[in-house]
T-cell receptor, first 117, second 110 residues
Framework: GAVVSQHPSRVICKSGTSVKIECRSLDFQATTMFWYRQFPKQSLMLMATSNEGSKATYEQGVEKDKFLINHASLTLSTLTVTSAHPEDSSFYIC?????????????FGPGTRLTVL | AQRVTQPEKLLSVFKGAPVELKCNYSYSGSPELFWYVQYSRQRLQLLLRHISRESIKGFTADLNKGETSFHLKKPFAQEEDSAMYYCALSPPAAGNKLTFGGGTRVLVKP
């Protein structure tokens, strides 16, 4: 149980276009979803936290208008990278947690590799 | 702000040898601490958390508040332990947000 999926797994886009990444909790209702970014050979950096039905909370230094997060339902959150540029190329990982799990454990998706040309 | 440091980027040990992954943290209060593991071509998954005081797959981790450390240990490493290991911290009342260390790659040689 507690499976999180991401779609797409890989995406290549041209500079200036927008890309949407979906994060779904498949067998539970996620009260909170998190979005991380991971550069090659580096650790995960939390970008934002989103709770269903409310605005996402962004970490310091993360541009809200650049990385749009929507958490419209208890099983889906989306991250849209607007006007993507090569420096946005990275591995984006989401995680989800639900109230009632032991210490609100986070369950991670497999990640989405974004390459901006 | 909190910080998690994993000083070793790579640990290479032989099968059957002990392995210890170091994790030091900086936080003024009493955070929750975790170890996450990522096996090759798999997603990140929770290995263990300090609050549970559990042993998973032979791994244990002891929280030392005096030294602000949460080192991960296994007395006899197995080849299937080869993976990337991340230490993570979550401050209390932070909505279970995680701050990750830089990660340590463990390679267990036959």
């Amino acid at each position: 149980g507690a499976v999180v999926s991401q779609h797409p797994s890989r995406v290549i886009c041209k500079s200036g276009t927008s890309v949407k990444i979906e994060c779904r909790s498949l067998d539970f209702q996620a009260t909170t979803m998190f979005w991380y970014r991971q550069f090659p050979k580096q650790s995960l950096m939390l970008m934002a936290t989103s709770n269903e039905g409310s605005k996402a909370t962004y970490e310091q230094g993360v541009e809200k208008d650049k990385f749009l997060i929507n958490h419209a339902s208890l099983t889906l959150s989306t991250l849209t990278v607007t006007s993507a540029h090569p420096e946005d190329s990275s591995f984006y990982i989401c995680s989800a947690s639900y109230s009632g799990s032991f210490y609100n454990e986070q369950f991670f998706g497999p990640g989405t590799r974004l390459t901006v040309l | 702000a909190q910080r998690v440091t994993q000083p070793e980027k790579l640990l290479s040990v032989f099968k059957g040898a002990p392995v210890e992954l170091k994790c030091n943290y900086s936080y003024s209060g009493s955070p929750e601490l975790f170890w996450y593991v990522q096996y090759s071509r798999q997603r990140l998954q929770l290995l263990l958390r300090h609050i549970s005081r559990e042993s998973i797959k032979g791994f244990t981790a002891d929280l030392n508040k005096g030294e602000t450390s949460f080192h991960l240990k296994k007395p006899f490493a197995q080849e299937e332990d080869s993976a990337m290991y991340y230490c993570a911290l979550s401050p209390p009342a932070a909505g279970n947000k995680l701050t990750f260390g830089g990660g340590t790659r463990v390679l267990v040689k036959p």
